[in-house]
């Protein structure tokens, strides 16, 4: 870890609502500004200049997704699935994929390039690959009511649900965090790390978003597996189930914004300049 170790701990419930309403307020200009995912189609996945990753709810979406000229492309089973509740199935007759939900009805006509929800038809290019159907993620997903937003540090596309109880950006790092510092420690200890990351957001010292405090880099590198890439790994369960209970709210550390793990490094700054709070685990917390 830096020598400064800015570790951002546990903030509220409230907190943590007011930033995922903060991240949606400026959705619109941060997608304008990024030139990102766009409601229409422009290209046959086929023929996609580059592969992109896709995450649902905090989790990697399966099969290959495309970008195009700023449009990203998913399969349609798969993203549905994804969702979950969803029967997809390939109308011979019609030549259109027909998704069913509860009393929702979703259509895509490659034909016609249209994607029709409950009688509402929007223009989208909706093309057959390999047996499977692309449409474009972010029509798709916001026709069902759901966020579509362009992750810099995953270098792809970031879906929170319709009925998610997380911002999917949120939950996606905020657990790799947690399981790279903490993966070996037990929930609690899991928890703390993730409460430090929640107090940084909560503070004027730090970036005021999840993504922004864990890729810091204003006084170098904040979070070592930021530096030696294990934060890109998938995080275990239980880093996954603490991640939950710190967006939920849950406090173990109070307002710990630094810690370090004495096995690791010496903590030198940390000693020298905050006030030392509790140890759990393998980890000393500072304010």
């Known amino acids: 870890m830096n020598p400064r170790c ?31 995912l766009t409601a229409a189609a422009l290209a046959v996945p086929a023929r996609a200049s580059r592969t992109v990753p896709v995450q649902v709810d905090g989790e990697t979406l399966s099969g290959t997704s495309y970008l195009e000229q700023g449009v990203t492309y998913v399969p349609l089973r798969n993203l549905l699935d994804a969702f979950g509740g969803w029967q997809v199935s390939w109308d011979s007759q019609a030549q259109e994929a027909v998704a069913v939900s509860g009393s929702t009805r979703l259509t895509a006509d490659p034909a016609e390039n249209t994607v029709t929800v409950d009688g509402r038809e929007y223009a989208a290019q909706v093309t057959v690959t390999g047996g499977r159907t692309y449409v474009p993620l972010r029509l798709v997903t916001e026709a069902l009511g759901g966020t579509a937003e362009w ?19 949120d939950l996606y790092w905020l657990s790799r965090i947690i399981s790279a510092e903490s993966g070996g420690e037990p929930l609690r200890g899991q928890i703390a790390v993730g409460n430090v990351v929640l107090n940084r957001v909560a503070s004027r010292e730090f970036p005021n978003t999840i993504p922004g ?33 710190v967006l939920d709210g849950r406090q173990v550390i109070g307002k710990a914004l630094y810690f370090y793990a004495p096995a690791l490094s010496q903590g030198a700054w940390i000693n020298a300049n905050r006030t030392y709070y509790q140890t759990i685990g393998c980890h000393r917390f500072y304010l």
């Not at 903060?22 to 997608?31: D, E, I, K």
């Not at 992750?151 to 997380?166: R, W």
């Not at 530096?227 to 880093?239: H, I, L, W």
Request: with cysteine.
């Open 151 to 169: 992750d810099p540090y995953l270098q792809g596309a970031a879906v929170t649900s319709a009925n998610a109880d997380y911002d999917a950006m």
């Open 213 to 245: 405090v864990i890729f810091d880099r204003k006084d170098a590198v904040q979070f070592e597996p930021v530096e030696n890439g294990t934060v890109y790994r998938t995080p275990t369960a239980q880093s996954v189930e603490a991640a939950k209970q």
């Open 6 to 36: 800015k570790h951002p701990q546990g903030a509220s419930r409230d907190t943590y609502r007011q930033s995922r309403l903060w991240r949606r307020a400026s959705l619109a200009g941060r997608r304008f500004l990024c030139g990102l």
